[in-house]
T-cell receptor, first 115, second 111 residues
């Protein structure tokens, strides 16, 4: 079955420092991976996706993610964190088996950027 | 603004009652998904509809049902409500590229 794992419930980073939010995946076939962000009292917002091509994917708000096939990872990164980046981040994989076409989300990682 | 709308924003009801949550997808999107988000269970996929037909089912209870209408809006019906059904319920729609666009959610409180 397609799945993603986010090993950290929470990540704390000082403002201005680089940040990484980890995600590993388990898929059959080619992975179709996403990152979403959820701000307090809001729905999830799409950040970026990987289908094929460059292993470094650039997304919204200065975020990027690195696809690593050998490590089955898709970590979210940003070179310099902002306090406004504090939110809940979800890694996800598209599951297209048979007639199904759904996205499976990880449990989420809460990112705290400390001023 | 994702273009997905959900009503109502908040809903407070008693145990045993039935409620209906409504979702309007982005213009042109044929797929609608429903999710439940609670503190202890995280984000759980409930059900997907595509152009009026049920396409995929997740962790949806038998007390819950959904449908998608010809104008593509969708409703999630929750019946015989229990305290544990209190959660945020999100609707999302997607195009053929698979990216999902989420509505603002309906916060359901069962007392």
């Amino acid at each position: 079955a397609q799945s993603v794992a986010q090993p950290e419930d929470q990540v704390n980073v000082a403002e201005g420092n680089p940040l990484t939010v980890k995600c590993t995946y388990s898929v059959s076939g080619n992975p179709y991976l996403f990152w979403y962000v959820q701000y307090p009292n809001r729905g999830l917002q799409f950040l970026l996706k990987y289908i094929t091509g460059d292993n470094l994917v650039k997304g919204s708000y200065g975020f990027e993610a690195e696809f690593n096939k050998s490590q089955t990872s898709f970590h979210l990164k940003k070179p310099s964190a902002l306090v406004s980046d504090s939110a809940l981040y979800f890694c996800a994989v598209r599951d297209m088996r048979g007639r199904d076409d759904k996205i499976i989300f990880g449990k989420g990682t809460r990112l705290h950027i400390l001023p | 603004d994702s273009g997905v709308t959900q009503t109502p924003k908040h809903l407070i009801t008693a145990t045993g009652q039935r409620v209906t949550l409504r979702c309007s997808p982005r213009s042109g999107d044929l797929s609608v998904y429903w999710y439940q988000q609670s503190l202890d269970q995280g984000l759980q996929f409930l059900i997907q509809y595509y152009n009026g037909e049920e396409r995929a089912k997740g962790n949806i209870l038998e007390r819950f049902s959904a449908q998608q209408f010809p104008d593509l809006h969708s409703e999630l019906n929750l019946s015989s409500l229990e305290l544990g059904d209190s959660a945020l319920y999100f609707c999302a729609s997607s195009d053929t590229r698979g990216e999902q666009y989420f509505g603002p959610g309906t916060r359901l409180t069962v007392t």
